[in-house]
């Protein structure tokens, strides 16, 4: 069975300073990755997804992850953060030719300060 | 335009009562997800259903019940028999040949 860990509950970064969300995950084979944005009272957005090819993965809102398979990572990273980024993040992973389910990391709130 | 309806945003109930999340979708998507989102434990799967008249249960399914009669419609049931019902609930839907999930807004119960 898949797992991810999240390793940061809550991230509090200045506005135009860089920012890291940390993701591990935990599988036997191969697997897809995604990084969803929650902003509050909704549901989940899209910010990027890694199937396979590049390991550096650019998604919407600046965003960016890197695929890191010995050390099972997809770290998210933007250069510069703005307060409209300020959210909830969840990793998720499933596995190729699977039911498709995701099994989602326990999030990382990220809070812009300015 | 083509997205995930849920309704209602906000729903109160009495312990002891069933309750009916609605979920409909126009994006022509083979499957349909059902998420329960509580404070610091990230989404976790309720029911999936990869085809009409077909649905699987997921990791936490006791005290939950679905139906898929249509391809665009998966409503979920919160039967009193569900000790925590109180939670915020997402509705997600995929095609068959990609991986994404696209999300609903959420429906938020509170169960008193």
């Known amino acids: 069975a898949q797992s991810v860990t999240q390793l940061d509950s809550q991230v509090p970064v200045f506005e135009e300073a860089p920012v890291e969300l940390r993701c591990n995950y935990s599988s036997s084979v191969s697997v897809y990755l995604f990084w969803y944005v929650q902003y509050p009272n909704q549901g989940l957005q899209l910010l990027l997804k890694y199937l396979s090819g590049s390991t550096l993965v650019k998604g919407i809102n600046g965003f960016e992850a890197e695929f890191n398979k010995s050390q099972t990572s997809f770290h998210l990273r933007k250069p510069s953060v703005h307060i409209s980024d300020t959210a909830e993040y969840f990793c998720a992973v499933t596995i190729p030719q699977g039911t498709q389910k995701l099994v989602f990391g326990q999030g990382t709130r990220l809070t812009i300060n300015p | 335009d083509g997205g995930i309806t849920q309704s209602p945003k906000y729903l109160f109930r009495k312990e002891g009562q069933n309750v009916t999340l609605s979920c409909e979708q126009n994006l022509n998507h083979d499957a349909m997800y059902w998420y329960r989102q509580d404070p610091g434990q990230g989404l976790r799967l309720i029911y999936y259903?990869?085809?009409?008249?077909?649905?699987q249960k997921g990791d936490i399914a006791e005290g939950y019940s679905v139906s898929r009669e249509k391809k665009e419609s998966f409503p979920l049931t919160v039967t009193s028999a569900q000790k925590n019902p109180t939670a915020f609930y997402l509705c997600a839907s995929s095609m068959t040949s990609y991986v994404e999930q696209y999300f609903g807004p959420g429906t938020r119960l509170t169960v008193t």
């Open positions: 259903s990869q085809i009409v008249n077909d649905f």
